[in-house]
């Protein structure tokens, strides 16, 4: 299994003085009596990070709906699982949702193998995005 990504890596922030919050500080100075903000790189702490297993068990009992997709933040992608699996399901009692179902079975095989990658890109534009605040 992979490393945990450094940004999942929980921080303390109460025991920095030069931090905001900090516990001992004195009354109306936040920021440990200097001043001014810590001038490192700014803490992220990364909440609600999307979890692969999650994923792959979206995709195993929900998949035909498109749930994984629209967890992994991919609504067009879930619209379009959702369509193809529900008409191919619908129709393959008169024999033309075999047309849907094709498509629709290989994008679920090609799902197997791009959950990781899929997700660790979520991850990163989640940090991305919260880095900016």
């Known amino acids: ?15 920095d003085p030069g931090r905001a919050g900090y516990s001992r500080a004195p009354y109306g100075q936040p920021f440990g009596g200097h001043g001014a903000p810590h001038a490192g790189p700014p803490v992220v702490n990364v909440v609600g990070g999307k979890s692969v297993v999650l994923a792959y068990v979206l995709w195993l009992f929900l998949g035909w709906l498109g749930i994984h997709k629209f967890y ?55 940090a991305r995005s919260a880095s900016r605040w």
């Open 1 to 15: 299994m992979a490393p945990e990504p450094e940004y999942y890596r929980p921080v303390p922030l109460n025991n």
């Open 72 to 126: 992994l933040r991919q609504p067009i992608w879930g619209l379009i699982y959702l369509f193809l699996g529900g008409l191919g399901w619908t129709l393959a009692g008169i024999g033309v949702g075999i047309l849907f179902l094709i498509p629709w079975a290989l994008l679920m095989f090609l799902d197997i193998f791009t959950m990781p990658f899929r997700t660790a890109l979520v991850n990163a534009s989640i």
